[in-house]
T-cell receptor
């Protein structure tokens, strides 16, 4: 079973700061997802990646397959970025029908 | 475009009462469907997934069951709720293996 660890668990920063959230996993994967969960609970998929780097607006996600590690970066952070960010992985061996294994999430608060 | 509907948004139920949560998807055919639970302080946990009508796989033993009576309808049920069934329940769908999963807005279930 894949173990997914995220750090930090909680992060409070000032508006404009560069944010980094980390995710590590224990077993080789076929894909990694970064998700955003807003206070109401709804979840939005931000990225799915299996290698390299992806960018969408102020968000950047990177993955290092050899080190089993991924990072989510937010540039020029804004209070509206406040949310829980969740890392999830799809393992080669586990979970039929692409069931994902989730980290516990990083609770990000951006203060104005 | 594809949409996913999940209801109700919040639910308060007494211990021992039955449960039925419904999820429907629009704008796609033969989706993979998922039920997840997010307990307080814990990551999302896959409860059930379905690759087709009447095909349900359970990831963890529990007090809940799932059914898929129609292609785009996924129902989570219980005959008798336990206190430990409290949590945030999310329905999700994906087109095929490895594709991003799209989440509903969730149901916050409180058991009294």
């Amino acid at each position: 079973k894949n173990e997914v660890e995220q750090s930090p668990q909680n992060l409070t920063a000032q508006e404009g700061e560069f944010i980094t959230i980390n995710c590590s996993y224990s077993v080789g994967i076929s894909a990694l997802h970064w998700l955003q969960q807003h206070p109401g609970g709804g979840i939005v998929s931000l990225f799915m990646l299996s290698s390299g780097k992806k960018k969408h607006g102020r968000l950047i996600a990177t993955i290092n397959i050899q080190e089993k590690h991924s990072s989510l970066h937010i540039t020029a952070s804004h209070p509206r970025d406040s949310a829980v960010y969740i890392c999830a992985v799809r393992s080669y061996s586990g979970g039929g029908a692409d069931g994902l294994t989730f980290g516990k999430g990083t609770h990000l608060i951006i203060q104005p | 475009s594809q949409t996913i509907h999940q209801w109700p948004a919040t639910l308060v139920q007494p211990v021992g009462s039955p449960l039925s949560l419904e999820c429907t998807v629009e704008g796609t055919s033969n989706p993979n469907l998922y039920w997840y639970r997010q307990a307080a302080g814990r990551g999302l946990q896959l409860l059930f997934y379905s690759v087709g009508i009447g095909q349900i796989s359970s990831e963890v033993p529990q007090n809940l069951s799932a059914s898929r009576p129609q292609d785009r309808q996924f129902i989570l049920s219980s005959k008798k709720l336990l206190l430990s069934d409290s949590g945030f329940y999310l329905c999700a769908w994906s087109v095929s293996g490895g594709q991003p999963q799209h989440f509903g807005d969730g149901t916050r279930l409180s058991i009294l």
